[in-house]
């Protein structure tokens, strides 16, 4: 059906590849591409042994307009998926503009000097994406991504309005490592050391990172200490769902991770401010990356779930109702299916579905969209289909507010 241009060959980047070349009869020709040929010619040759499909490869460096656009013209995709650094995504969204290309990433743009991210500098490509005639769907993963799908899910099929939401991320898995981070050690840490923020009665409110925690029960895993951290989805759902008088976001961390990581920040090892060092520019957090385990090595010996849903509160029939949505994911299970553990599964296997709906039509309007502004229900089904399977609960008690 289409040429898919890949950027990215992490751990994520190799979900999409594999799950891509699964679905061959969509994904007619796929490449690869990264600034690390090597990485994306191992990824091939696994899918070529697992699958039976070749793919191809290539070198681009992301961060350059002029590179990305070269090798959209030589390749010519339908859709580029970005699933390199949310540092690369105005880049990668500029090379498709001018070579009127659609685009897919899963986590929203961050510049690289300030630990910040926000929709509002992809949200500002909005009218030259729809003059150009292309789509750009932003933060197709699973949190940001199948959640917002859960919710616009719930708002469809089960609310006429949804006034509390929480989103639940469990990662109850061992991978055998002292320290490791699940994606990207960079992204992951800026993310978690950064002020806490939740949606609240119409206007944000900050807290120190990690001050909010409770055990919170997770299906088929038991309570786990969970943390209330800013994550990008609640700044689109609140827009798109304006019923809402509270939106949080709850993340578990095991002691050891905690500790471990209170400790790195305690010595600046988490800083992005560089520092001198023999004469050169060493950014602390850039150098913690490359001594630390790189995610999609983490797969082979992984044990347990993940677990990630939307608990919502809400009125139906001006009844007061319910309802729990999620899915868990077994590392061991995605090892086996596409070499990967599960938080790279669960980030990739939507990233795939998302491109799915646009390039077979289902999900495809020229302009910026987050993904609870398009039709849940086929993707809901595609999950279903897909290796992430999708359960509800109507009317039962909420473990988040247990």
Known sequence: MAKVLII???????????????????????????RTVSKCDKIAAEIKEMHGVAIKTARVDADIVAEMVMLIK???????????????DLPIMD??????????DTANYE?????????????????????AGIMALLGCGFDPGATQVFTAYAAKHQFDEMHYLDIIDCNAGNHGKAFATNFNPEINIRE??????????????????????????????????????????????????????????????????????????????????????????????EF??????????????????TSIGCQIRGVKDGQEKTYFIWNNCDHAE?????????????????????????????????????????????????MNQQGLPVQDQVNQTLSVEE
């Open 192 to 285: 978690i050391t950064q002020p806490g923020r939740y949606w609240e009665n119409g206007e944000w409110v900050e807290i120190p990172a990690m001050s909010i925690h409770k055990p919170i029960s997770y299906p088929a895993i038991g309570p786990k200490e969970s943390y209330v951290l800013y994550h990008e989805e609640l700044e689109s759902l609140v827009k798109n769902f304006p019923t809402l008088k509270r939106a949080r976001f709850w993340m578990t961390f095991g002691q050891a991770y905690i500790t471990h990581l209170q400790v790195l920040e305690n010595v600046g090892m988490t800083s992005i401010k560089p520092i001198q060092f023999q004469g050169m520019d060493v950014v602390p957090l």
């Open 334 to 382: 995605t090892y086996k299916e596409v070499r990967g553990q599960a938080v790279s599964y669960t980030t990739g296997v939507p990233a795939m579905i998302g491109a799915m709906l646009m390039l077979k039509g289902i999900w495809m309007k020229p302009g910026v969209w987050n993904c609870e502004e398009l039709d849940p229900d086929p993707f809901i089904e595609q």
């Open 288 to 305: 913690l990356k490359a001594v630390l385990p790189a995610p999609d090595t983490l797969g082979e010996n992984y044990t347990g779930q």
């Open 111 to 131: 510049p690289k000097d300030v630990a910040k991210f926000e929709y509002s500098w992809q949200w500002a490509y909005q009218e030259r994406f729809k003059e």
């Open 95 to 104: 090379a498709c503009l001018e070579t009127r290309v659609h685009y897919l």
């Open 74 to 88: 030589q390749f010519q995709p339908v859709l580029v998926i970005n699933v390199a650094l949310p540092y690369q």
């Open 8 to 34: 990215g060959a992490g751990g994520v980047g190799s979900v999409v590849a594999h799950k891509c070349a699964m679905n061959a009869d969509v994904f007619t020709e796929i490449m690869l591409a990264s």
